[in-house]
């Protein structure tokens, strides 16, 4: 079982930065591709952004696209989304997610979800 845990929420103001962290365990993070969502109450989720396994390609929606990066750390069996010119319209619950099969922006081809951390930015 592929278990993630999300952190590196919290509040900002906007134009500020942060980075978010997914950290893995039971599979090594390099080997499978990681998806980034984000959903606020009363929304449907939201693709933010995606890495494939070895760190091959990227994708982000266009909301984010120049602002937001995804990148991984192998050693530390972590995917990072560094969040840069925020706005008050990022504010959301981000959440990571394991890939099983088919396109990254569907949030039904992944399987196994973090809890999400809490991003809020302040206008």
């Known amino acids: 079982q592929v278990q993630l845990v999300e952190s590196g929420g919290g509040l900002v103001q906007a134009g500020g930065s942060l980075r978010l962290s997914c950290t893995a365990s039971?599979?090594?993070?390099?080997?499978?591709?990681v998806g980034w969502f984000r959903q606020t109450p009363g929304k449907e989720r939201e693709f933010v952004a995606s890495i494939s396994r070895y760190g091959l390609s990227t994708y982000y929606a266009d909301s984010v696209k120049g602002r937001f990066t995804i990148s991984r750390d192998n050693a530390k069996n972590t995917v990072y989304l560094q969040m840069n010119s925020l706005k008050p319209e990022d504010t959301a619950v981000y959440r990571c997610?394991?890939?099983?099969?088919?396109?990254?922006?569907?949030?039904?081809?992944?399987?196994?979800w973090g809890q999400g951390t809490q991003v809020t930015v302040s206008s």
């Open positions: 039971g599979r090594t993070v390099s080997s499978f591709t």
């Open positions: 997610a394991h890939l099983t099969s088919g396109g990254v922006v569907d949030a039904n081809s992944y399987d196994y």
